[in-house]
Structures are given as structure tokens and as C-alpha cells.
């Protein structure tokens, strides 16, 4: 996944990371991710979701640099934070927001975000019962629909998705992998999925796995 620099969305340089008496995660780590789906791939408990946090700036890294479509998180860290979409899945900061005011949230200052794709991903994940549901009130899928939704419909340079299909019913499974396979044609952004599944129902522009050192 090392497309020319001029293609590139998000450029990771020398990154590194490893928690307290652990193997690294990740050791002077380069790369540069182009727009379409990459897959962030490793087993349970191998780093993933760390990974996408230090990408996301949630988490800061043990050395290294990142750049985010021009800007640099050292440098510009509003800006660089800005142009990443990025939900935890275990985060509990939208418990008492409804699913739109969720949403809302979320999009704000999403100058690119798509209100008739967000509409389209409601019907496809069958949300619209729930929209009017506080978020503690929804079952661990439907919360992840909601943020899938939001995050598909988003027009930040980079998505990133954490095991997106788990809590899913294999009906939304199927329309979460069309509308993934619609993006990466599209390859206007870079959506990096974490998964510890090979993924094949979704053409992929590269795959990384963990733990990522330099090549």
C-alpha cells in the first residue's frame, strides 16, 4: 500500500508504538494509503483498534509522523483532526443524544457530507424507526449503523472503520459491503477498515497487517 506520493491521502512516517512490556505494534512504520478501501488486517488483540486511534490523533503514537491530505498532525492537529472521520465503538459519549443529533454531531464541519447518501444508508440499514431513539436505548447494532451511516456519508479525506461488521445482521453485513464497494470505486477518499477477517466482497486498493514495521 505504497502508492506515488501524489496519490497519497495519508502519509505515515517512521511510526511506532508498543504498550509497557509488549511486542511493538507498530516499529518505524512507512507507508502511504490513496483513496479506495485499505484493509488494516490482524488477529484479535494484535493492535488494530490502537492503530486507528494514533491514525484518528485519539492516541499519540511513540514517535513517527503523520500528514492527512496536506496537513500535518505535529503541525496542524485541528486541521489534521478535521479531516478524519472516526468513532470508537466502544465510546459511550453519544448515550443520551438521539441517533440524528448523533449524526449531527458528527457531520459537523463536514463541509462534503452527503445528506441524500446519508438518507439512502438509513433506509439500507432500515435506521429510520430508531433516528428519534436515544442512543443508550439502541442494541449495539443499530448504534453501529447509525455511525456507519454517518461515516459513509461523510466527505473527510480519511474514514476509519473498526470491525465494521460486528453486532450486524447479515442483511446489513451485505448493503455495508455494496456501499463500501460503490466508495472504492469512486476512490475520492481512503476508508482503512481494522478486521480480523480477510475481506473479499469489497475490491481493496491495499492491505496492511499488523504487527507493521517497515519495508
Known amino acids: 500500500m505504497n502508492p506515488s506520493a501524489s496519490a497519497s491521502i495519508l502519509v505515515v512516517d517512521d511510526l511506532s508504538f508498543a504498550y509497557p512490556g509488549q511486542p511493538p505494534i ?12 485499505s484493509l488494516l488486517y490482524g488477529d484479535d488483540g494484535s493492535g488494530k483498534s490502537t492503530i486507528l486511534r494514533m491514525l484518528a490523533a485519539n492516541q499519540p503514537a511513540g514517535g513517527g509522523r503523520l500528514t492527512l491530505a496536506g496537513a500535518r498532525l505535529d503541525a496542524e ?16 459519549a453519544f448515550d443520551a443524544v438521539t441517533a440524528v443529533e448523533c449524526a449531527s454531531t458528527l457531520k459537523a464541519g463536514d463541509a462534503r457530507f452527503s445528506e441524500a447518501s446519508w438518507q439512502a444508508l438509513v433506509d439500507g440499514f432500515a435506521l429510520a424507526p430508531h433516528l428519534g431513539k436515544q442512543m443508550h436505548m439502541l442494541s449495539t447494532g443499530s448504534r453501529r449503523k447509525v455511525w456507519l451511516a454517518a461515516a459513509l456519508a461523510s466527505g473527510r479525506p480519511l474514514t476509519l472503520l473498526d470491525e465494521p461488521t460486528a453486532a450486524l445482521d447479515s442483511a446489513s453485513i451485505r448493503f455495508l459491503w455494496r ?26 486498493s491495499g492491505s496492511l497487517e499488523l504487527p507493521l514495521r517497515s519495508t
Not at 26 to 37: E, K
Open 26 to 37: 507498530a516499529s518505524r512504520w512507512s507507508a502511504s494509503i490513496g483513496a479506495g478501501v
Open 77 to 92: 492537529p485541528d486541521v489534521y483532526k478535521r479531516k478524519v472521520f472516526f468513532v470508537d465503538p466502544e465510546t459511550d
Open 179 to 204: 456501499a463500501l464497494a460503490e466508495i472504492a470505486e469512486e476512490r475520492t477518499r481512503a476508508i482503512v477498515i481494522a478486521s480480523a477477517a480477510r475481506i473479499d466482497s469489497v475490491p481493496l
